[in-house]
């Protein structure tokens, strides 16, 4: 069973940088695409990024895009989530997760972290 564990959240001002890490376990990951979503107070989950485990291949939200950056270390089973000049609108519980490459939907999710950025 695929277990993901995220840490690294927290407080910090706008501007600032934090890294999330998620830790995987409970199967081989070659197939897979691993993802970041968010989820602010009221609203909807939403997409921030993904990367193919394999290839290292990434997609970004628009709204992240040239201040996040995914990335995975194979052999510690983790993927990170560099997140740069942050704004107090990137406040929301951050989630890993990860689906297979031929699947559309995520099966697999950790229990989320926090990142508040003040403004």
């Known amino acids: 069973q695929v277990q993901l564990v995220e840490s690294g959240g927290g407080l910090v001002q706008a501007g600032g940088s934090l890294r999330l890490s998620c830790l995987a376990s409970?199967?081989?990951?070659?197939?897979?695409?691993m993802g970041w979503f968010r989820q602010a107070p009221g609203k909807e989950r939403e997409f921030v990024a993904h990367?193919?485990?394999?290839?290292?291949?990434?997609r970004y939200a628009d709204s992240v895009k040239g201040r996040f950056t995914i990335s995975r270390d194979i052999a510690k089973n983790t993927v990170y989530l560099q997140m740069n000049s942050l704004k107090p609108e990137d406040t929301a519980v951050y989630y890993c997760?990860?689906?297979?490459?031929?699947?559309?939907?995520?099966?697999?999710w950790g229990q989320g972290t926090q990142v508040t950025v003040s403004s």
């Open positions: 409970g199967r081989t990951f070659s197939n897979y695409i």
């Open positions: 990367i193919f485990w394999s290839a290292g291949s990434t």
């Open positions: 997760a990860a689906r297979p490459m031929l699947r559309v939907t995520y099966d697999d």
